[in-house]
């Protein structure tokens, strides 16, 4: 047993580093119209959580959402960045990605690509849901407004997560998708 707690360690460590890897190079922020970027920097959370389980997605969410923070106060992006030092905002909705990948994984799992596709939706929406819901419980804006970004940004982001979900731990377990498998991904 105490290698399974250094390898959900090492995990944990490894992807919460390429998370603060993502966000401070700013490749967790895929370009979009009209100066709006889709965020993959939940992908290590939901990546976590399927590999590892939901504590070591919680670790690498609380690792997300620190980083969130610390950026945010640090260095601000732009205005709405300052709504992310509060922890309501930036930490407690990326503590739930992983377990809610985790446990839509763990119902689908018999349909490995199903499953992987479906954690990847899932825990990507779970961020847009709450940080967005947050945004909108501390009237910062309009409901009207997320909605629009539920729509705009969310749907693509949950496309983009599940496809990045899907090849790399596809890839890492050695699952088929096709005629390809493991390393031919």
């Known amino acids: 047993m105490p290698q399974d707690r250094t390898r959900k360690l090492v995990v944990t460590g490894v992807l919460g580093a390429i998370a603060i890897l993502l966000g401070v ?7 979009w119209f009209g100066g709006v970027s889709l965020t993959i920097m939940h992908v290590p959370v939901i990546i976590a959580a399927v590999l590892e389980g939901p504590i070591v997605g919680i670790g690498v969410g609380l ?13 601000p992006n732009g205005p709405t960045d300052i709504w992310f030092t509060n922890p309501l905002l930036s930490i407690v909705p990326r503590l739930f990605i992983g377990p809610v990948a985790f446990l839509v994984w763990k119902s689908l799992q018999k349909v490995p ?35 629009g970004i539920v729509v705009a940004n969310g749907l ?11 090849v790399v731990v596809a890839a890492w377990r050695q699952i088929r998708i096709g005629k390809k498998k493991g390393s031919d991904l």
Do not use: C, D, H, K
């Open 156 to 166: 693509l982001e949950a496309g983009v997560s599940a496809v990045i979900t899907l």
């Open 25 to 31: 190079t700013r490749w967790g922020f895929i370009p």
């Open 63 to 75: 690792i997300f959402g620190i980083f969130s923070m610390i950026q945010a106060a640090v260095a």
């Open 113 to 147: 690509v199903v499953g992987l596709i479906a954690a990847g939706i899932a825990g990507s929406l779970t961020n847009t849901i709450l940080v967005l819901g947050a945004i909108g419980i501390m009237g910062l804006l309009p409901w009207e407004v997320l909605g």
